[in-house]
């Protein structure tokens, strides 16, 4: 199975590829985890890609094909994966399909979350996320159970600096420019898969896994 999460920053992709990778057993895939990280270890890569995602914008496509191009030759990815937050402009996923073609795998399908862009800044500006493990949180709509620490692992929690109201408002921008023409690129392919983002995470998870049920 490859499965992708497509949709708008701060819809719940992150929430229910939490889900998703335990209910599946897919490796998980995040452009953005893996971008962060390599900021945190502060290598080339990491300090270059900080650059834009400190502003809302996107990492340059050849940067950004060429990580994922190397994780999805890694044994873990045989099982299945989930892209989370890839690809994120048409010549993303031209690349990827070129890339499964080779590798005769193809898309199993994408997943595309969607909500109002009012709901989205609120949710982006609540958004928590654990400095350990990443799991996140939403202080409007899923706080952990003590405020500022994990529920999974104790650690503490943080707001992303791209978070913050205007670099919110600005990647969503930067998404309805880049990224939303992928909706159709996936629909005339028939790879789309809608699914209303509103409602509590679990309810979403239950939408989720009612069309994943059609792929298995
Ligand atoms: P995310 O955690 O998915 O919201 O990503 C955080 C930031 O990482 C984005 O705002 C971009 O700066 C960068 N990024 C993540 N994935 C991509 C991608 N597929 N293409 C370009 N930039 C990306």
């Known amino acids: 199975m490859i499965i992708i999460l497509m949709g ?26 893996m971008f962060r990280a390599a900021a945190a270890e502060e290598t080339t890569l990491g300090l ?6 400190d502003t809302g914008q996107l990492v340059p496509d050849d940067v950004t094909i060429g ?26 996923a031209e690349a990827l399909d070129d890339l499964l073609l ?17 709901l989205l800044v609120q949710r982006l500006s609540g958004r928590q996320v ?3 493990c990443n799991a996140t949180f939403n202080i409007h709509h899923a706080p952990s159970k003590v405020p500022g620490i994990c529920d999974s692992c104790g650690s503490e929690l943080y707001i992303r600096d791209d978070d913050k ?8 921008d930067v998404y309805e420019m880049n990224t939303a023409p992928l909706v159709d ?8 898969t809608e699914i209303d983002a509103g409602g509590t995470p679990k309810e979403v998870a239950a939408k989720v896994r009612q069309s994943l049920a059609a792929f298995i």
């Open 8 to 33: 708008p920053p701060g819809v719940g992709k992150g929430t229910q590829a939490e889900e998703l990778i335990s209910e599946y057993g897919l490796t998980h895939i995040s452009t953005g985890d």
């Open 48 to 53: 270059k890609a900080k650059e834009y995602m």
């Open 67 to 92: 990580i994922v191009r190397e994780r999805l030759q890694k044994p873990d990815c045989a099982k299945g994966c989930l892209l989370d937050g890839f690809p994120r402009t048409i010549p993303q």
């Open 102 to 118: 080779h590798n005769h795998r193809e898309i199993t399908t994408v997943l595309y979350f969607d909500l109002p862009k009012e």
């Open 130 to 132: 654990c400095r350990s």
């Open 165 to 172: 109201e205007e670099t919110a408002r600005r990647r969503l």
């Open 185 to 192: 690129y996936y629909l005339d392919s028939k790879r789309l």
